[in-house]
């Protein structure tokens, strides 16, 4: 299954945007999707995950909880990462990824990267 993040734009500080990850199968048989981001300069960082089995356990890195959701649509194959009260840190490359955890809890990704979509947030 191919995953494609699109949705990314220009938004002032505090404002939100809503990223979309597509799908070419079934999301239920990824198993975890997560969003990374990566800014100007910097690695390719964690954002938030979901697993694709009804109930959806979701996860946030510490930088985003309480900001970002993460939710999945079944009918569309497509996961969504909602993100709000957007500072000018947050802007970046945003990806998603088949993902799968290790031992301690660490995310890392399965699948290749694709061109991922740009958010930038002014001040």
């Known amino acids: 299954v191919q995953l494609q993040a699109s949705g990314g734009g220009l938004v002032q500080a505090g404002g939100s945007l809503r990223l979309s990850c597509a799908a070419s199968g079934s999301i239920f048989v990824v198993g975890q999707i997560g969003w990374y981001r990566q800014a100007p300069g910097k690695q390719r960082e964690w954002v938030a995950a979901?697993?694709?089995?009804?109930?959806?356990?979701?996860k946030f890195a510490d930088f985003v909880q309480g900001r970002f959701a993460i939710s999945k649509d079944y009918t569309k194959n497509t996961v969504y990462l909602q993100m709000n009260n957007l500072k000018p840190e947050d802007t970046a490359v945003y990806y998603c990824?088949?993902?799968?955890?290790?031992?301690?809890?660490?995310?890392?990704?399965?699948?290749?990267w694709g061109q991922g979509t740009l958010v930038t947030v002014s001040s």
């Open positions: 979901i697993t694709t089995t009804p109930g959806g356990v979701t």
């Open positions: 990824n088949a993902v799968d955890t290790d031992d301690v809890g660490y995310y890392f990704a399965l699948g290749s």
